[in-house]
């Protein structure tokens, strides 16, 4: 009793690593008070524990979720409630998450700033255009390890997201039989200097980011720090 009291008064709920919290278990300690959760390696978090999300914090603003078993359908349980509340939204390494679950997002959340797909790995250059088609408050977008993305993704982030100011890409890069190809070049890179409100730009481990790119986007983006 002592404990369900205490998360009553939570507004900020961290669960690293708790294999024992249960989706019944989160159903029962979170309270409508909580602005921001965090879940990550929690082996028992699913699609459920997200519905438990969607459907008991009204006000949250931030989300962070590292889950290998969240599947596409999670992401349909959001609701109007947290179309105007949710402001970040960080989908780490959640594996089975695909464009599918793209579309639920943009749906759902039309409002989010901050948008991490780290790591989602199966998202394609048709998530990234649904992305830029509807999320048009993005000011910050992640999409490191993300190995399908190619130029088209860069180029619908720098032709729609106008208000971006921190955009992360680091280790997009796929290998193919034979020849192997890095699938972001220095054209497509190129293209982000149309980002003109970008604070900052993290290229790491990116192949396809030359010396003489670095060098053309620090001309192009005087107030942008660009990470190498």
Not at 170 to 180: A, F, H, S, W
Not at 194 to 212: D, I, V
């Amino acid at each position: 009793m002592f404990f369900l009291s205490l998360f009553q008064a939570l507004y900020e709920l961290e669960l690293a690593g708790c294999n024992e919290i249960t989706e019944a278990g989160l159903w029962a300690c979170l309270n409508p008070r909580i602005v921001s959760l965090t879940l990550t390696d929690c082996i028992n978090v699913a699609d459920e524990a997200v519905g438990a999300v969607a459907q008991l914090l009204p006000a949250l603003y931030e989300f962070s979720l590292q889950a290998y078993h969240v599947t596409d359908a999670a992401l349909g349980y959001f609701s109007p409630k947290q179309s105007n509340s949710l402001n970040v939204l960080r989908l780490h390494s959640c594996w089975e998450i695909t464009n599918h679950g793209v579309v639920n997002i943009v749906h759902s959340l039309p409002n989010l700033t901050m948008l991490s797909l780290s790591g989602c790995s199966k998202i394609t250059d048709d998530g990234v255009e649904l992305i830029a088609e509807n999320l048009q408050k993005l000011r910050s977008l992640d999409l490191s390890w993300c190995p399908r993305i190619t130029d088209a993704a860069l180029e619908y982030i720098a032709c729609d997201l106008n208000q971006l100011e921190e955009l992360t890409l680091d280790r997009c890069q796929k290998t193919i039989p034979i020849t192997g190809c890095p699938l972001l070049t220095s054209s497509g890179l190129s293209s982000l200097i149309q980002l003109r409100h970008m604070r900052e730009l993290e290229l790491t481990n990116c192949p396809g980011a030359s010396k003489e790119l670095f060098d053309y986007l620090r001309e192009h983006l005087p107030r942008c720090l660009v990470i190498e």
